[in-house]
C-alpha cells in the first residue's frame, strides 16, 4: 500500500506546552498531583501520564471532580476551565496549576473582555466539550452556546452589542457557515474566528490530500474534537472515505479493498508513536484488487 503522511499531523504547541507543565509539576512536586479531566483527549497520552504518577479525575461535572481530591496540586487540562473551578479548587485547599492552551486563553480573555463592554456573544462550540464550559463561565448568561443552524435560529438577543466566536478546534467551513448565519440574523455582530493555527492547517493539508488518495485515515480519539473535525471535512470537503482510528489494530482490511493510494493524519494530541505503527503497518499492507 502506498502511503501519502499529510502534514503538518500531529501534536500542537498546546499539547507540547500541556505535557511540559505536567513534567514539570510531576518532578517538582511532592505529594499527589491530579489532572481534571484528561489533560488533552488521547487515552494512550492519558495513561502514559498515569504511569508516570499523575492521577485522572475524570468527570464531566468539574467541580464534582474537585470534590474527589483532597489534597495535593490539580492540573487543568489544555482545554481549560472556568473562573468559578479555578476559585473552587483554591477554597478547597488545593494547589492549582493550569496548562491551558494559549490560544485557548486567548478566547478566554476576548469573551471576558467583550462581556465587560456589554456584548452578548454568541460562542459557537461542541455541546458537552470542557472548552466552550470553561469559555462560558467567564461571563454566564451572557455567553451563548450553539453548535447548529436551530441553535442560531433560537437564539433572542436584545443588546444592540453582540459577537461571535467560536470554540478553537472546529471544522473551518463549518464554522465560518455558522458565523454567516449569526449575521444573517444580526447584521451588527462583530466576528472574533478563533479557530487555532493547528486546526486550520490540519484541516487544510487533510483536504488538499484526499485528491490524491482512495482514503484517508486519521489516527486519534474518538473523544477528540479536532480528530472528529478532520474525519468529517476529508469526507464533506474531499469527498473520499475517511476514518477514525486509535490504534493500527482498529483498522479494517476491507476499507483497503481495491484502493491504492491512502492518506494518514493525526489530531493534535496524539502521540506520534501511534501514527507512526499505522504508518508501517500500511506501507506492509499487500490488499488483492
Known amino acids: ?58 468527570q464531566p461535572d468539574r467541580f464534582a471532580g474537585l470534590s474527589q481530591i483532597k489534597e495535593g496540586t490539580v492540573i487543568f487540562t489544555a482545554h481549560g476551565v472556568s473562573p468559578q473551578v479555578k476559585q473552587r479548587a483554591v477554597e478547597l485547599g488545593l494547589k492549582p496549576v493550569d496548562a491551558t492552551c494559549s490560544d485557548v486563553v486567548r478566547t478566554h480573555e476576548l469573551v471576558a473582555d467583550l462581556a465587560n ?45 453582540i459577537a461571535v466566536t467560536c470554540q478553537t478546534t472546529l471544522s473551518v467551513w463549518d464554522t465560518e457557515d455558522l458565523i454567516g448565519r449569526v449575521k444573517a440574523r444580526y447584521p451588527q455582530a462583530e466576528v472574533h474566528n478563533e479557530i487555532c493555527r493547528a486546526t486550520q492547517e490540519r484541516q487544510e493539508a487533510a483536504v488538499e490530500a484526499a485528491q490524491h488518495v482512495d482514503l484517508v485515515i486519521v489516527v486519534g480519539s474518538p473523544r477528540s474534537s479536532n480528530s472528529l473535525r478532520l474525519v468529517e471535512v476529508v469526507k464533506k ?26 492518506g494518514v493524519t493525526s489530531g493534535a494530541s496524539t502521540p506520534t508513536q501511534l501514527t507512526r505503527r499505522v504508518i508501517e503497518y ?6 488483492p484488487a
Not at 500500511?282 to 490488499?287: F, M
Open 1 to 58: 500500500m502506498e502511503v501519502l503522511k499529510i502534514t503538518p499531523r500531529g501534536y500542537c504547541h498546546g499539547v507540547v506546552d500541556a505535557f511540559r507543565i505536567a513534567k514539570r509539576v510531576r518532578e517538582e512536586t511532592d505529594g499527589p498531583v491530579h489532572m481534571l479531566g484528561m489533560l488533552v483527549h488521547n487515552t494512550h497520552a492519558t495513561d502514559d501520564l498515569q504511569a508516570q504518577g499523575i492521577a485522572l479525575v475524570d
Open 117 to 161: 463592554k456589554g456584548y452578548d456573544v454568541v460562542y459557537i462550540g461542541r455541546k458537552g466539550h470542557p472548552e466552550p464550559e470553561g469559555v462560558m463561565g467567564e461571563a454566564p448568561g451572557k455567553v451563548h452556546l450553539v453548535q447548529d443552524p436551530e441553535d442560531i435560529d433560537a437564539l433572542d438577543l436584545q443588546r444592540d452589542r
Open 237 to 262: 470537503l474531499g469527498r473520499k472515505p475517511a476514518y477514525l482510528v486509535d490504534k493500527f489494530e482498529d483498522l479494517d482490511l476491507s476499507w483497503f479493498v481495491g484502493m491504492k493510494r491512502v
Open 282 to 287: 500500511l506501507e506492509a499492507l499487500e490488499i
